[in-house]
């Protein structure tokens, strides 16, 4: 960013009243539980992979204790994405899973209408959730978009950088989501 457009953007935060901090998004329930030092992991187990050209996506089912008060259990998944810039992970509970759920299928609900779309060459279908977030926490915000070079899945956890998936569809990425349910409900 050039030093006149952070000047300016610096500027509009402080005219708002915002700082930076609060641009920052906050860690999930299930990531905030797993940080305390008395809580183990239980379970963490890989259910699949999907690789792609360019980055590869890993989700595990996690379940964690807390050993001060045993009583205290969560439990989740882990998404890990990986490409050759870096790695990422977002940690989702049940209701974060609901949410991202959903939001695939209206993405992959909305693939058809967004390939016939308009003339525009580049064009993207997000979620609500991660455009307009009530509050900004890192639970894992897809999309899907088109364009000459072709169509492709992305995800990023919210406040990070995206990994590209092209041809993978959102229903493919629900699957391997739903497989980390199935191992929690077994538990």
């Not at 690789?51 to 595990?60: C, G, H, K, L, P």
């Not at 899973?97 to 064009?123: N, Q, S, V, Y």
């Not at 995800?155 to 629900?174: I, K, Q, T, V, W």
């Amino acid at each position: 960013m050039r030093t006149s457009t952070m000047a300016l953007a610096l500027l509009v935060l402080a005219a708002t009243g915002t700082s930076t901090a609060e641009l920052a998004p906050s860690p999930t329930a299930l990531e905030s539980f797993l940080a305390r030092p008395s809580v183990v992991l239980d379970l963490a187990v890989d259910v699949g992979s999907i690789r792609s050209s360019t980055s590869t996506v890993t989700v595990a089912a996690v379940i964690g204790t807390d050993t001060a008060q045993p009583d205290e259990r969560m439990q989740g998944v882990r998404v890990t994405l990986e490409d050759n810039g870096g790695i990422e992970q977002a940690w989702l509970d049940e209701t974060d899973i609901r949410t991202l759920l959903m939001d695939l299928d209206g993405i992959e609900g909305g693939i058809a209408e967004l390939k016939a779309g308009t003339d525009a060459p580049w064009r993207t279908q997000g979620t609500a959730s991660c455009w307009r977030p009530k509050e900004p926490r890192r639970i894992l915000c897809p999309n899907f978009h088109v364009g000459p070079d072709g169509t492709g899945f992305g995800l990023g956890a919210y406040g990070s950088r995206g990994f590209n998936f092209p041809d993978l569809r959102p229903s493919e990425f629900a699957a391997l989501i739903q497989r980390a349910v199935e191992r929690l409900r077994g538990q």
